[in-house]
C-alpha cells in the first residue's frame, strides 16, 4: 500500500524568506509524485510533478520540489515567500489514484 | 480551455435525504475521479469512471455511488444521508487516468455539503 506523510501540520515562514513543505512517500515501484494547494473554499490547484528524470522539478507561481529517492522524499521549496502564498499544501502519490498527505497549512507573516 | 466545473457548490440536506453532484469534466478529458474532503480525514478517494465505466472504487459504504455519461460528464450519489457525509466533494479529471499514473488530475472547485 502506497501512503504520504506531512509532518509539519503548518509552517510559519516571513515574507521574503525560503519556504519549505516537507514530504515523505512509501510506494512500491516507481513513484509518481505530485503537490497541490488549496486556497479557501477552493478546490485544488497543480503546481508540480515528478515523473521521472531531473531530481529538481519547477512548476508554478515559482516553486520547485526536490526529489530524493535514498530518502523517500518529496519536498516543495520556494526560494522567497509572498503572502499570497499562504494557502494549504497538498503531497501526493498516484498510483490508480491519488493518495493524499495530510495537508500543511503555509502561513507567510508580511 | 474551461476548467473542471461542479454543481452545485453548496448543499443543505438533513438526515435520510439522498443528494446527487455533477461534475464536467475539462474538454477531452475522458477520466473523472471523485474525492472526499473532512477535517478528520482528509482527502479520500471515492471512484473513478472512465468511459463510463468505474474503474476504481475506494473504501465507501454502497450509499456513495456514481456514474458518467457518454460526454464524460459525471455524477455521484449519496443514499440515506448521514451526519458524517458532510465534507467538501472534489471531482478530478484526466486525459486517460486510471492505468496512467503520470498524468495529472484537474479538480474542480467542490460541492460543500451539509447534513443536519
Known amino acids: 500500500a502506497q501512503s504520504v506523510a506531512q509532518p509539519e501540520d503548518q509552517v510559519n515562514v516571513a515574507e521574503g524568506n525560503p519556504l519549505t513543505v516537507k514530504c515523505t512517500y512509501s510506494?512500491?515501484?516507481?513513484?509518481?509524485l505530485f503537490w497541490y494547494v488549496q486556497y479557501p473554499n477552493r478546490g485544488l490547484q497543480f503546481l508540480l510533478k515528478y515523473i521521472t528524470g531531473d531530481n529538481l522539478v519547477k512548476g508554478s507561481y515559482g516553486f520547485e520540489a526536490e526529489f530524493n529517492k535514498s530518502q523517500t522524499s518529496f519536498h516543495l521549496k520556494k526560494p522567497s515567500a509572498l503572502v499570497s502564498d499562504s494557502a494549504l499544501y497538498f503531497c501526493?502519490?498516484?498510483?490508480?489514484?491519488?493518495?493524499f498527505g495530510g495537508g500543511t497549512r503555509v502561513l507567510v507573516k508580511p | 480551455k474551461a476548467g473542471v466545473t461542479q454543481t452545485p457548490r453548496y448543499l443543505i440536506k438533513t438526515r435520510g435525504q439522498q443528494v446527487t453532484l455533477s461534475c464536467s469534466p475539462i474538454s477531452g478529458h475522458r477520466s473523472v475521479s471523485w474525492y472526499q474532503q473532512t477535517p478528520g480525514q482528509g482527502l479520500q478517494f471515492l471512484f473513478e469512471y472512465f468511459s463510463e465505466t468505474q474503474r476504481n472504487k475506494g473504501n465507501f459504504p454502497g450509499r456513495f455511488s456514481g456514474r458518467q455519461f457518454s460526454n464524460s460528464r459525471s455524477e455521484m450519489n449519496v443514499s440515506t444521508l448521514e451526519l458524517g457525509d458532510s465534507a467538501l466533494y472534489l471531482c478530478?479529471?484526466?486525459?486517460?487516468?486510471?492505468?496512467?499514473?503520470?498524468?495529472?488530475?484537474?479538480f474542480g472547485p467542490g460541492t460543500r455539503l451539509l447534513v443536519l
Open positions: 478530478a479529471s484526466s486525459l486517460a487516468g486510471g492505468g496512467a499514473r503520470r498524468e495529472t488530475q484537474y
Open positions: 501526493a502519490v498516484s498510483s490508480n489514484k491519488l493518495t
Open positions: 510506494v512500491s515501484g516507481n513513484p509518481y
